[in-house]
């Protein structure tokens, strides 16, 4: 995430705009590669995620 078509700040605003208080947050990385790639970028889709669920 953050790096893909999907505006995340825009997306989040649209949902606190709209009333979205709390709930379960998923998403779905694409990406394939070996192990210690996939981690690192899901590192990287945690840290962006909770910057902007902050």
Request: aromatic content about 8%; charged content about 15%; glycine content about 24%.
């Given at each position: 995430p953050?790096?893909?078509?999907?505006?995340?700040?825009?997306?989040f605003t649209r949902l606190?705009?709209?009333g979205f208080k709390k709930g379960s947050l998923i998403i779905e990385c694409l990406n394939s590669g070996e192990d210690p790639y996939l981690i690192s970028e899901a590192i990287k889709a945690r840290e962006m995620l909770e910057e902007l669920t902050a």
């Open positions: 953050g790096t893909g078509l999907v505006n995340f700040p825009e997306l606190k705009q709209g």
